[in-house]
C-alpha cells in the first residue's frame, strides 16, 4: 500500500511537470487514422514519451492495431537522436568531444535543439462527411486533419515533416499511409538528413543562423520503446500488472541482412503473473487475448555515404538495447558533456553478441527482473558515422507496422485456453495452427503450449507486413489501390427504420463494382456485421440507399460503408475484390429508432418500470445496461428527474421533435441513482399542433409526471 501511495504521489508531481511542459513547448501533432494501424506524430520529427497529451496515463498512446478496437495501444515512446565527434558549438562557444542533438525520449526542446519548420498532411483525397441524426460522427473529424490534398498521390496520406536541429542538420521527414487492406498496418519513414548549417532561429531578424562546417561521426540513432499493449494494463482493462504499461516485460528481438534488416517485439512473461500471460488472456474476464500485437521496424533503404547514395546492406550498424529509464533516457541536456560522451558511446557501440530476447531467455528469468532496470528495454538501431560536408545529406527509409492474431481469433483461441484453466484437470483436444492436433490439460501445460504457439505466429506476421512494406517501396509505391469510399454518407433515424444515404461518387473510380453495409449494435468499437450488398456479384440492383428495417427500439446502432472493385486490381490475392477502408465511411456517434411525438400527456410511457438491474441484459443491452426510455413525450419538453423527498437530481432538454427520449439513470454530477422512488416531471416547453388537423395537441406549459422505480 505504501508502494501503491508513493507511485500515485510520484505520478501526480510528473504529470504537473509534464503539463507544464507542454505548454511551453506548445509541441503539434496530427493523427493518421485511415487504416488499421493508426498513431500519432509530432512536429519536431519523432514522437517521445507522452508527448501528445503530457498526461502519464497515455504513456500507451500510438501504434493502435488493430484499431478498431479499444485500448489498442503498443507505443510507449520514440527517440531520435543526431550525435556528432569534435564539435564547436556556437550556441554556447564550447568544443565537445562528443554533441548529441535530441527529441526525446522524455525531454523535448522546440526552441533550440529539433526546431520544427513545417508540418502538414497531405490527402489524395480528402476524408467522406459522415452525419448521423444531424451530427458528424466520423472519427476523421479530429483524427484526420487534412491541410493539403493532392490527386497524383500515390498513398492515401503523406504527413511531411520539416526540422531543423541545433546541430545543423536539417531533417526532412515524410511518411506514408496506406488504406488499402494488405498494406493498412504500416507507415514508411522517408527521412533525409543534411547539413544545411542552420543551427538557430533569430527572431529579430526572422530567419535562421547559419555556418559551413564538416559534421564527423554522424551517427543517427532511432529509439523505440513497446508496451504492447494498453488493454490489459492500468490504462484498459487492468487485469495484468502495472508494469506492462510501461513496458516492462517487452521483448525486443534483432533480424540482420537482407531480406529482413528489422527489429521487433512482443509481450514477454512477468513475473507477477501466476499464470502464463503469453498474450494477455483476460483472466478476470472472459479469457480473449489482450496482447497479440507484434510491431517492428525494418530498413528499407540506407545511403553508404553521401557521394554513394546506394543502399548500403550493413546498415544499421548499431543495434543496441538500452534500458528505458537509464539516466541518459531523461529529460536530455544538449550543454551536458559528460551525458553526451555517454549516448554516444551507445549510440556507436555496434551489435551486441547477443539481442536483447537471447538475453533474456538464455538467463531464464522473466524479462522485467533481468537487467536490473524498473522500465525494460527499448530497442535501438543507429545509422552511420558519416561524414557530411555543407550540402551533403544521408537518405534513410524505415517502415513500422504491427500485426498479429485477429481480434476474431483472439476471442477463440482465448476461449479455449481459458476453459482449460478454469478446468485444469480436463482433457482437450487443441488444433495449432499447422492443423495438428494436441491432447492435454492445463496443469500438463499443454493448454500454455496452445495458445503461445497461435500467439507466436505474430512473429511470421510481422515479418510478412514489412515485407510488404518494402515490396511497396521497392515498386516505387506502385501498390494495388482500394476503390475510393463514397465521399458522404447520411444517417437518419426514423420511428420504424433507420435509412443510410450515400453518394455516388465511387462509381466514378474505373473498377468499381458496389457497396457493402456493415453495421453493430450496442458500441462502434467491436466487429462488424455485414446486413447489405448491392452491385456486381450481389443479389441486388446498385443503388445509394438502404433502410435497415431490423433495428430494434431502444438499442444503439452504429453503421459503416465501402465500396467494392472488381477483383481485377488485386494482384497479391487475384480475382478477390478490393475494398475501401472501414474507417473512411463510419460513425462512432449512435442511430436509433425514435417515434412520433404523443397525441396526449396521459400516453407518456416509462420503459422499462420498474427497472431492476438483475434484468438489464433484458433490457437495452451491452450499450446501455442503465437505459430508461420515455415514451409517447411531446416534441418539444423539458424533464426533470427528482427524488422520492424532492431533490432534483437530473435535467434533460427534449428539443429534437420526437416522441422518444432516454435518460441513463444518472445524476446531472455523473452519479448513478441507488434503488429507490424517482419522479419524472415533464413540462412542454413550445405549442404543437397536430400536422394534419392543426388542432392544438400540447400548449406550453402543459406538465404531466410519471413514478420510476429503480431496484439495484
Known amino acids: 500500500m505504501e508502494r501503491e501511495s508513493l507511485f500515485k504521489k510520484i505520478s501526480c508531481i510528473v504529470l504537473v511537470l509534464c503539463i507544464f511542459t507542454s505548454l511551453t513547448l506548445g509541441d503539434e501533432t496530427k493523427w493518421i487514422s485511415i487504416g488499421s494501424l493508426h498513431s500519432w506524430f509530432s512536429s519536431a520529427g519523432c514522437e517521445i514519451e507522452v508527448g501528445r497529451t503530457s498526461q502519464i496515463p497515455d504513456q500507451q498512446d500510438g501504434l493502435r492495431w488493430p484499431a478498431l478496437y479499444k485500448w489498442q495501444d503498443c507505443e510507449a515512446s520514440k527517440a531520435l537522436w543526431i550525435g556528432t565527434t569534435n564539435y564547436d558549438d556556437p550556441l554556447v562557444n564550447t568544443n565537445y568531444s562528443y554533441k548529441v542533438a535530441h527529441c526525446g525520449p522524455r525531454g523535448l526542446d522546440e526552441v533550440s535543439e529539433f526546431m520544427p519548420v513545417e508540418f502538414k498532411l497531405i490527402s489524395k483525397f480528402n476524408h467522406p462527411t459522415v452525419v448521423a441524426d444531424g451530427i458528424l460522427a ?12 493532392d490527386e497524383t498521390l500515390k498513398s492515401d496520406r503523406l504527413l511531411y515533416n520539416v526540422v531543423n536541429t541545433s546541430i545543423g542538420i536539417t531533417m526532412t521527414r515524410k511518411i506514408y499511409a496506406f488504406s488499402q487492406r494488405y498494406h493498412d498496418n504500416y507507415f514508411i519513414y522517408d527521412y533525409v538528413f543534411k547539413n544545411t548549417g542552420e543551427y538557430k532561429y533569430d527572431k529579430e531578424k526572422e530567419e535562421w543562423l547559419q555556418r559551413d562546417i564538416t559534421l564527423n561521426d554522424v551517427i543517427f540513432f532511432f529509439q523505440y520503446r513497446y508496451a504492447i499493449c494498453r488493454e490489459t494494463g492500468p490504462y484498459g482493462l487492468y487485469y495484468l500488472p502495472q508494469s506492462t504499461s510501461w513496458g516492462h516485460n517487452t521483448m525486443n528481438h534483432v533480424l540482420y541482412g537482407d531480406p529482413y534488416r528489422c527489429i521487433y517485439a512482443w509481450q514477454g512473461i512477468h513475473s507477477k503473473c501466476t499464470f502464463d500471460n503469453i498474450g494477455g488472456p483476460y483472466i478476470t474476464g472472459d479469457g480473449h487475448l489482450g496482447a497479440p500485437q507484434f510491431p517492428g521496424v525494418i530498413t528499407l533503404w540506407a545511403d553508404k555515404a553521401p557521394d554513394d547514395p546506394s543502399n548500403d546492406p550493413d546498415q544499421p550498424k548499431q543495434t543496441p538495447y538500452l534500458g528505458s529509464d537509464v539516466p541518459i533516457t531523461q529529460p536530455n541536456d544538449q550543454f551536458n558533456s559528460v551525458m553526451m560522451a555517454e549516448e554516444y558511446r551507445v549510440m556507436s ?9 537471447e538475453a533474456v531467455e538464455a538467463s531464464e528469468q522473466a524479462p522485467d527482473l533481468w537487467g536490473g532496470t524498473p522500465g525494460g528495454y527499448s530497442q535501438c538501431i543507429g545509422f552511420g558515422p558519416y561524414e557530411l560536408a555543407p550540402g551533403d545529406s544521408i537518405h ?52 500454455d503450449e496452445f495458445k503461445n504457439t497461435w500467439v507466436f505466429t505474430g512473429k511470421d506476421s510481422i515479418l510478412k507486413t514489412l515485407g510488404r512494406a518494402k515490396e511497396n517501396w521497392e515498386n516505387n509505391l506502385n501498390y494495388d489501390p482500394a476503390p475510393p469510399p463514397p465521399d458522404m454518407l447520411t444517417i437518419n433515424s426514423g420511428g420504424d427504420r433507420i435509412t443510410l444515404e450515400w453518394s455516388n461518387s465511387a462509381e466514378f473510380y474505373e473498377h468499381f463494382a458496389g457497396y457493402r453495409v456493415y453495421r453493430v449494435i450496442h458500441k462502434p468499437d467491436t466487429t462488424f456485421d455485414l446486413i447489405y450488398e448491392c452491385g456486381q456479384g450481389t443479389e441486388n440492383t446498385l443503388v445509394n440507399r438502404y433502410e435497415d428495417r431490423a433495428a430494434k427500439r431502444g438499442f444503439d446502432y452504429y453503421y459503416y460503408v465501402t465500396s467494392f472493385d472488381d477483383g481485377t486490381v488485386n494482384t497479391i490475392e487475384p480475382g478477390f475484390p478490393l475494398e475501401s477502408s472501414l474507417f473512411w465511411a463510419r460513425t462512432i456517434e449512435p442511430a436509433y429508432l425514435r417515434r412520433p411525438p404523443g397525441d396526449k400527456l396521459s400516453e407518456i410511457r416509462v420503459v422499462p418500470n420498474p427497472y431492476n438491474i438483475k434484468a438489464k441484459e433484458l433490457q437495452y443491452g451491452e450499450s446501455a445496461p442503465d437505459r430508461i426510455m420515455f415514451y409517447n413525450i411531446p416534441p418539444k419538453c423539458l424533464i426533470k428527474i427528482f427524488t422520492e423527498r424532492g431533490d432534483l437530481i437530473e435535467t434533460i432538454n427534449h428539443n ?3 416522441g422518444d427520449e432516454s435518460w441513463n439513470s444518472i445524476t446531472s454530477s455523473r452519479q448513478v441513482v441507488v434503488s429507490g422512488i424517482y419522479i419524472a416531471y415533464f413540462e412542454v416547453t413550445e405549442d404543437y399542433n397536430d400536422p394534419f388537423s ?15 422505480i429503480i431496484i439495484r
Open 656 to 658: 429534437d421533435g420526437s
Open 349 to 357: 557501440s555496434g551489435h551486441p553478441v547477443k539481442t536483447h530476447s
Open 138 to 149: 466520423s472519427h476523421t473529424v479530429y483524427m484526420d486533419e487534412v491541410n493539403e490534398v
Open 694 to 708: 392543426g388542432d392544438i395537441l400540447f400548449r406550453k406549459g402543459d406538465m404531466a409526471v410519471r413514478k420510476i
Open 396 to 447: 534513410i527509409v524505415l517502415a513500422e507496422g504491427v500485426n498479429g492474431l485477429s481480434r476474431v481469433k483472439c476471442y477463440d483461441i482465448g476461449k479455449q485456453w481459458f476453459d482449460a484453466y478454469n478446468n485444469p484437470n480436463v482433457s482437450y483436444d487443441f488444433k495449432l495452427p499447422d492443423n495438428s492436433t494436441i491432447t492435454g490439460t492445463y496443469d500438463d501445460g499443454t493448454a
